[in-house]
């Protein structure tokens, strides 16, 4: 598959309405991605309001009720960040406003599945609970309600996925996506819904005179470590909402206030929580909770962020790190494998690319397909549906991932509806669903996937999109700059972090760690000369002139900062 750099357009009326004090870099960049003069301060006092979601509401008016009468309830999670984070902020959050009785329960993925089955309605019900709370799930889990309902339990359904065309039957659910609920946050993850009705609590315990308005207040703001990470982690599209989220998020960790569960998750992962950004969450700390939910049981990562100690969570980081250590080699192997498979079936179609591709192997780890299929999703430029053997004799479970273009949760959606009991069960977003089907099936279900996708022939046969916010001046390519950039985020889904092209000289380059080039390179118009890297790229020879898709990045070494640039695309110069 071809690459074709583009670069983000901007029209003089959206350069001109950005105060002229923005660094002319900065106000092209936010032009690009239509800021506003109004989105320039990600600032809590913009938030969304609390008022303008009717539905937290009404799940905070059920759960100051459960307050009153003393109630015993159960967060029920999700093994990923995301999900962990969520639990972790209902939980803490419950208990700060003065629930006695809060516990949680997330599912083994190996036994259960995904969100509140009817399985895991029976593990709760063993706890004694009045009332079950799903965080991050529940939206597709009409068994499961229904079983709850009949043990005399009420659910408050918290979730964020896209509903299917029958929903559970709960006390209450909160989901921005509901196509009936005007609230304009569309975007939240499942940590930002619970966040909201955290705080539709607080102030529903501030106005009843249950608490003091202003403590509830703050303790509800405590948990915006908490609701940065887990929306760095999920890929939820940063929109301006989101935005402030994880600012506010990131100012408390950056500042010293994260909790120390997090603070421990930083050490291990040798990353400087005083220079914490949205990379930092999503490749350092968001890896090592998905370990624990993948390989073993997530609840080593909730307890680890509900620590109340350093002391306390420093082991169970720790434990995460190393299971981090094993997912990863585990990863590595079954990449080598998938690359196989997908090599096999690309040679049996007539054509150079299939639609999608289907790839299985019966010594897969269920917990670490996802992580293939974006891989070979990655090299395919296709969508990839990797499948595992499940705990359930003679189902696979399948996570697909896919590309710009494809909604591949609504592609198995029409799947699903054009033939009955072939898929078991779905869900998922745009870019990652999961799925469930007979193992006799999966021949059937790759054919009907491909031939759904011939729908989109055009989009996928387009050269895949590397896009650019422009070329930088040699006067540009320094420390100034590359801080003024990592002050503007946060950057993320949706929101990218700025990345430039242009032509540039190797002046010397080395390989690091038998994968790694480091370089020195230089603009041709001239300028200092600049250290450059690009991970897992083979050597350059020094000497030529390429044309670079690069971050400007600021490289922290023993208290020293010096400009960086981080490689991400290179190709001949034209």
């Known amino acids: ?216 207040q703050r303790r509800v703001l405590e948990g915006l470590d908490l609701v940065a990470l887990g929306t760095v982690a999920d890929l939820v599209p940063l929109d301006y909402n989101n935005r402030i989220l994880v600012a506010e998020g990131l100012r408390r960790i950056r500042a010293g206030r994260a909790r120390p569960g997090i603070q421990a998750l930083f050490r291990a992962a040798g990353r400087d929580i005083s220079h914490a950004n949205s990379s930092d969450l999503g490749f350092g700390i968001a890896p090592r909770l998905n370990a624990a939910g993948r390989l073993d049981d997530m609840a080593i990562g909730i307890n680890c962020l509900l620590a109340s100690s350093l002391q306390e969570a420093l082991p169970l980081a720790e434990q995460l790190d190393a299971l981090n250590r094993e997912r990863r080699e585990l990863q590595v192997r079954m990449e080598g494998e998938a690359r196989a498979h997908f090599e096999a079936a690309k040679a049996a179609v007539a054509r150079e690319h299939a639609d999608a591709y289907c790839l299985f192997d019966p010594a897969w780890h269920e917990g670490v397909v996802g992580l293939v299929a974006n891989r070979i999703k990655d090299q395919a430029r296709r969508p990839v549906v990797a499948f595992a053997e499940s705990g359930e004799p003679g189902v696979l479970k399948g996570s697909a991932r896919s590309v710009p273009g494809v909604h591949i949760r609504d592609a198995i959606d029409a799947v699903a509806a054009r033939h009955p009991g072939l898929v078991l069960r779905f869900g998922g977003h745009a870019m990652a669903a999961g799925l469930s089907l007979r193992a006799e099936d999966l021949d059937r279900f790759r054919d009907a996937l491909r031939a759904e996708l011939e729908a989109h022939r055009e989009v996928l046969e387009q050269p895949d999109a590397v896009w650019s916010d422009g070329d930088l001046q040699p006067d540009e390519l320094g420390l100034d700059l590359a801080r003024q950039l990592a002050a503007a985020g946060p950057w993320g889904q949706a929101f990218p972090e700025p990345q430039f092209d242009g032509e540039l000289k190797v002046i010397e380059s080395r390989v690091l760690k038998d994968r790694h080039l480091k370089m020195t390179v230089r603009h041709p118009a001239g300028g200092a000369p600049i250290d450059a890297i690009a991970f897992n790229r083979p050597e350059l020879p020094a000497g030529q002139t390429l044309r670079f898709v690069y971050r400007l990045d600021i490289n922290r070494y023993r208290g020293l900062d010096q400009p960086q640039l981080v490689v991400e695309y290179v190709q001949a110069a034209d």
């Open 1 to 216: 598959m071809s690459r074709q750099i583009y670069r983000r357009e901007t029209s003089d009326a959206e350069l001109d309405q950005l105060p002229a004090r923005l660094h002319p870099v900065l106000r092209r960049i936010y032009a690009a991605r239509r800021v506003g003069p109004a989105e320039l301060e990600p600032r809590l006092s913009r938030l969304l309001p609390v008022g303008s979601f009717r539905a937290a509401a009404a799940a905070a008016e059920r759960l100051t009720v459960a307050r009153a009468k003393g109630e015993r309830i159960v967060v029920i999670g999700d093994f990923d960040a995301d999900g962990a984070t969520a639990t972790t902020l209902a939980v803490s959050t419950l208990r700060a406003l003065g629930f006695d009785d809060v516990h949680f329960l997330v599912p083994d993925r190996f036994r259960f599945g995904y969100g509140l089955s009817p399985a895991i309605a029976g593990q709760a019900a063993k706890l004694g609970p009045a009332l079950l709370m799903t965080v991050d799930n529940g939206v597709s889990s009409i068994d499961g309600v229904a079983r709850a309902n009949e043990l005399g339990l009420q659910v408050i359904v918290t979730d964020h996925h896209l509903p299917g065309r029958e929903r559970p039957a709960a006390a209450v659910m909160v989901n921005p996506n509901l196509p009936e609920d005007d609230f304009p946050g569309k975007a939240l993850a499942g940590v930002g819904v619970v966040f909201y009705v955290m705080a539709a609590l607080a102030r529903e315990l501030g106005e009843s005179g249950l608490l003091d308005a202003r403590d509830a």
